[in-house]
């Protein structure tokens, strides 16, 4: 059983800055692609940024291109999205997840976090 544990949300005011951190259990996972998603309160869960075993191949998002940086450390077996220049908008719980069930890069995926929270001033 794979176990993702994220952490490093908290309360900023727009334009603030933060890091959240995904840890990763399984052994495998120097070999699986991993995703960032977000959902906002009343909201569908969205896609926010994916990265590729390797991490040379990064996705993102339109809404947060620019602004968020997807990144991994193999040795670690952690992910992290640093996010930049927030905004009201992005107040939402995000979510790791690891291994996509498809091929598409924001489809489903086999495993996923409990979540961290968000939450950007105005």
């Known amino acids: 059983q794979v176990q993702l544990v994220e952490s490093g949300g908290g309360l900023v005011q727009a334009g603030g800055s933060l890091r959240l951190s995904c840890a990763a259990s399984?052994?495998?996972?120097?070999?699986?692609?991993m995703a960032w998603f977000r959902q906002a309160p009343g909201k569908e869960r969205e896609p926010v940024a994916a990265i590729n075993w390797s991490g040379i191949i990064t996705y993102y998002a339109d809404s947060v291109k620019g602004r968020f940086t997807i990144s991994r450390d193999n040795a670690k077996t952690t992910v992290y999205l640093q996010m930049t220049s927030l905004k009201p908008e992005d107040t939402a719980v995000y979510y790791c997840?690891?291994?996509?069930?498809?091929?598409?890069?924001?489809?489903?995926?086999?495993?996923w976090g409990q979540g961290t929270q968000v939450t950007v001033s105005s």
């Open positions: 997840a690891s291994n996509p069930k498809t091929g598409l890069v924001f489809g489903d995926y086999d495993y």
């Open positions: 399984e052994r495998t996972f120097s070999s699986s692609m």
